[in-house]
């Protein structure tokens, strides 16, 4: 089965340091792998996706995530956290084995980023 | 371009009882899908609809119903509620395109009491 781990609750970072939020898929086949957003009360705000090509994908605000086939990570950075970064991130692979469509994502359970100032 | 749209934002709702949850996605985008999402169970799947077909369906009971309308509009179902069935549904659209990501909208808070 297909599925995305991101192993910490909770990640803490000073703000003006770099930040790693980790993720790890299991798939069979190649990874189409997404990063989400989420603020308290909203939905989920799309950052990033890696589909093929260079390992190291740029997104919104800052963001980037570096794909690492042989560790089967894929995880998101930025050089210099926000406070306004604090959040729940989401790491998501989408469902190739669910056939009829390609919207189904699976979602691993969730980082809590905590920027202090 | 308007983002996606789900109403109402909050619904309080006593067991038993049945509810229906809308959805308007990006204009252009003909896939909608939906989610739940609870602290224990995290984001789960539901089913997603394009061109007002059901391509796709998740685990849930047949109590979670869906449709989707010609103007790509959707609407989900809940019937004969439970507790457990207390949750943020989000709604999410996407373009045309293999690779589209979804579009949440900011969801519907439902509570079951």
């Known amino acids: ?117 | 371009k308007a983002g996606v749209t789900q109403t109402p934002r909050y619904l309080i709702k006593t067991r038993g009882q049945q509810v229906t949850l809308s959805c308007s996605p990006i204009s252009g985008h003909r896939s909608v899908s939906w989610y739940q999402q609870t602290p224990g169970q995290g984001l789960q799947f539901l089913f997603e609809y394009f061109s007002e077909t059901q391509r796709n369906k998740g685990n849930f009971p047949g109590r979670f119903s869906g449709r989707q309308f010609s103007n790509s509009r959707s609407e989900m179902n809940v019937s004969t509620l439970e507790l457990g069935d207390s949750a943020l549904y989000l709604c999410a659209s996407s373009g045309q395109g293999l690779y589209s990501p979804l579009h949440f909208g900011n969801g519907t808070r439902l509570t079951v009491t």
């Open chain 1, 1 to 117: 089965a297909q599925s995305v781990a991101q192993p910490e609750d909770q990640v803490n970072v000073a703000e003006g340091n770099p930040l790693t939020v980790k993720c790890t898929y299991s798939v069979s086949g190649n990874p189409y792998l997404f990063w989400y957003v989420q603020y308290p009360n909203r939905g989920l705000q799309f950052l990033l996706k890696y589909i093929t090509g260079d390992n190291l994908v740029k997104g919104s605000y800052g963001f980037e995530a570096e794909f690492n086939k042989s560790q089967t990570s894929f995880h998101l950075k930025k050089p210099s956290a926000l406070v306004s970064d604090s959040a729940l991130y989401f790491c998501a692979v989408r469902d190739l084995l669910f056939s009829g469509g390609y919207n189904k994502l699976i979602f691993g359970a969730g980082t809590r980023l905590a920027v202090h100032p």
